[in-house]
């Protein structure tokens, strides 16, 4: 065979990828009598057959009703509990008139089983011909400009931390994790739930299915939770609420747990412990003919994993092994014409757990979701980014392998990662990196913490490093007024020695 001109062939190229759950079931908690008793922040929880209690604060509390067998999800709401379990209505208006009825009846229910909860509404709408539905794509923050449902569970019940989901008439999802009584959120956070949604000449309806294995949540088997529900009506601009928000907090309102209904009755599975295995394979074949000598059928290969182990119901274990992040959702195109670097937001599945954990010294947000750089202000050095770990100005720098600890315990929030890279050949060494969080809750809306972090880029003793110790507080009080405040130091080592000079920051 005559050649045109020289060329490479690939002749083949393949990638497996095959993640797997494993649940081991145990038994219950046998400790959860001793736990101190939990103070409701509303009303007296109602008793069965009503579903909903309000005081003369406007204050909500909710029972879940447990189910016997599965939802159908198909946002019919045609199944049998619909038909005997009355549901929660009367949304108040956040917009544009603050605390009236909602002049669109919504109707909402919650049920559970022993393995989903599902959040179902009907939104009757006078005008269906002019519902606003235009948006399908995953996590699109234009599918605030839809008709939409959003549901937010705070599951620990501390009135600050929780998770977001929302939808709309084509059934679109969208979901983030929410910190700090909204103040520090991801919304590049995602787990695994779904939704379906259906239209009709009187509005339109949706069914929610979020598993149990989804959330984080406290150990034992009766749980308190706190809920919202919001209503948009974009073809009048209306917003409303399950429990009223106030209309200064505007469409971040949503976020603002303090200001949620209490949720009673769900009752958590049977303890267990989530094992979570997402192995892969590459491989190719490569012949080429320009090479001296020439290369035919060349085979090479590599493999890796990622590994999830829920220690407990609220502290998560991920381990990581030649980490590949060919699946991961590519960055937006930015253009930047000043001489500032550009912030990515962190997009790797493997840090996006508990990622709200290592937010230091406060955030003042400018829009949703925690993006450093492009709508936050930061208040603070920002003295952690997993950004940087694996990547660089120039390429990739390989992880070869990373653990880290995430999650809840009591009142404390901890965070722990170590994670080694491989270097890249003449121009970067291998770079071990060491993070360590802790934050205590304190008061209604505050909490207290320590971080510290080292990074170094050498396993010789004098290589070079760097160091991090810090603290810091974070306090909300009354609707709007936040404090925040931190001091910390850092020690750099360098070839020549340790570097000196102004090395602490505060506020």
Known sequence: MKLLRPARYVASMFVLVWPFVVSEALAVDDDDATETPVVLHGPPAPIAPAVISRDEMG????RATRITEPIVLDGKLDDPPYATVPSVSDFIQQEPHEGQLATEKTEAWVFFDDENIYISARCWDSHPERMIVNEMRRDH???FQNEAVTVVLDTFYDRRNGFFFQTNPLGALRDQSISDDGNANNADWNTVWDVKASRDDQGWTMEMAIPFKSLRYKKGREQIWSINIRRSVRWKNEESF????????RYRGIYRLSEAATLVG?????SSRNLELKPYAI?????????DPPVSNDLNGDFGFDLKYGLTKSLIADLTYNTDFAQVEADEQQVNLTRFSLFFPEKREFFLEGQNIFVFGGRQLRGGGFRPGRNTQNLAPIMFFSRRIGLTD???DPIIAGGRVTGRTGKFRVGALNIQTDGIDGSLEPTNFTVMRVRRDVLARGDIGVMATHRTSSVSENGLSNSLLGVDGNFSFY????LNAYYSVTRTRLAEGVLSGDESSYQ
């Open 59 to 62: 204050r909500v509390t909710m």
């Open 141 to 143: 923050r234009n599918i």
């Open 242 to 249: 399950l429990s009223p928000v106030k209309a200064s907090h």
């Open 266 to 270: 769900i009752q958590a599975p049977l």
């Open 283 to 291: 491989s190719s074949v490569i012949s080429d003919v320009t090479k």
């Open 394 to 396: 120039g390429g990739v």
């Open 479 to 482: 609707t709007n007024l936040r």
